[in-house]
């Protein structure tokens, strides 16, 4: 079924996801493994599930978006090439653009991908690459197409018109060490890729206990860190490293949470006539209309993040439960408006997404403990390009 892309929510432009059969790739690391992912259904429920909507209705965040064309992430917890899933990806991507709505394709490749690219239209494309050395990935991700048949893949979708970012994620220095990293972005250059997104590896301990001895076995040298909140020094210093690559290279290098305006998110602005607003459209704002310093108020947040989102209430509860459960609690509401949830993302720092969990804001401090409120509730933030170094200025 085609359902709420909440986790992401604020992070990537795109508000619905379909993920089909289990996945067969199989990666060590794989989050949709360890949350226990059955599978989210096949082309005849999919089928029904678009033909209810588009003539009554149903879920209301499904319906909104799907009848207002926004596109639909395949796949967030399998991979649409994967086995069993290419022939219902196909058909899927048929139906939906027969009813305008576009698709946002997110694969590491295989059978099926070529045919897709050659027939759909224009879109975006993220695919992963955690590795540049075919043998470090036969460890980590035995089951997955080839990096050469991933480069083909790239190549070929850039020719078709279509805009690829390259998911580094996992992003861990000992799978793409120095000399693989910088060969890879002189070939993502050399290619045309639109931009790199890294993240760190995050697998949480209950994610952990879920995995099989085999996963466990192949990750042996990271688990340590992929349960902790802190992120590794040598992670740190190895994503300024291939920073430092992409921008010798003119290729965006973009990684989640960063401190620094984006153009990440223009692929999706051009090829998509509706995409969400995501956080860091307010960052870049800031930008380029902050001076260092300076206080920062939430009517700028609401007018930039406004821009696009849609007014009315949603089922908003379902992502604060998602992202953080002591937000989504028993006793929040279940519907609100955008407008509502923004005023979370501005001072409620428990949300990953919260602005003063990005060095570029911080609360205007009163004194060690404590931070400026207006009389109608809202904290006032204050802007630095340099980075503040918590959430009290
Ligand atoms: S390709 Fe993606 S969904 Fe499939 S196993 Fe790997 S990480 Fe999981």
């Not at 508000?15 to 005849?44: I, M, T, V, W």
């Not at 576009?102 to 050659?118: L, N, Y």
Request: proline fraction near 6%; hydrophobic fraction near 35%; glycine fraction near 8%.
């Amino acid at each position: 079924m085609i359902e709420e892309y909440y986790g992401e929510l604020f992070l990537m432009p795109i508000p619905l996801e379909f993920s089909g059969n289990r996945c067969s790739y199989q990666c060590s690391y794989c989050f949709a493994s360890g949350n226990r992912f059955k599978g989210g259904g096949d082309y005849a429920s999919v089928l029904r599930q678009i033909e209810r909507v588009f003539n009554k209705g149903s879920n209301p965040w499904v319906t909104y978006f799907l009848r207002n064309k926004y596109p639909v992430c395949l796949s967030n917890r399998t991979d649409p090439f994967s086995l069993g899933n290419t022939r219902t990806t196909i058909q899927l991507i048929r139906l939906l653009s027969s009813r305008g709505v576009p698709v946002f394709v997110q694969t590491k490749g295989g059978d099926g991908a070529f045919e897709v690219a050659d027939s759909m239209s224009p879109s975006v494309w993220y695919v992963s690459m955690s590795f540049f050395d075919n043998r470090k990935r036969c460890k980590i991700e035995p089951n997955t197409p080839s990096i050469e048949s991933r480069k083909e893949l790239i190549a070929h979708l850039i020719h078709k018109g279509h805009k690829v970012l390259i998911g580094m994620n996992p992003m861990v220095p000992d799978w793409i060490p120095e000399s693989d990293a910088r060969a890879l972005v002189d070939w993502a250059a050399s290619v045309g890729v639109s931009g790199i997104i890294s993240a760190r590896l995050h697998l949480s301990a209950e994610q952990q206990k879920r995995m099989t001895v085999a996963s466990r076995s192949a990750l042996s040298g990271v688990l340590p860190w992929a349960g902790k909140r802190t992120v590794p020094s040598d992670v740190v210093n190895h994503d300024r490293y291939i920073r430092s690559l992409c921008q010798d290279e003119g290729v965006e290098y973009f990684s989640i949470g960063q401190p620094w305006p984006t153009k990440i998110y223009e692929p999706f602005r051009e090829l998509y006539p509706k995409t969400l607003s995501v956080v860091h459209d307010f960052i870049n704002w800031a930008w380029n209309n902050k001076e260092d310093g300076e206080e920062v108020h939430f009517e700028e947040f609401e007018k930039v993040m406004m821009e696009r989102l849609p007014g009315g209430l949603f089922e908003l509860r379902s992502h604060l439960c998602k992202v953080c459960r002591v937000l989504g609690a028993k006793g929040t509401p279940d519907y609100w408006s955008f407008r509502d949830m923004l005023k979370i993302l501005w001072q409620e720092w428990k949300h990953p997404w919260c602005l003063v969990r990005n060095q570029n804001f911080a609360f205007d401090s009163l004194d060690e403990e404590s931070y400026r409120i207006r009389e109608d509730g809202y904290a006032v933030l204050r802007f630095s390009r340099a980075g503040f170094e918590g959430p009290c200025s």
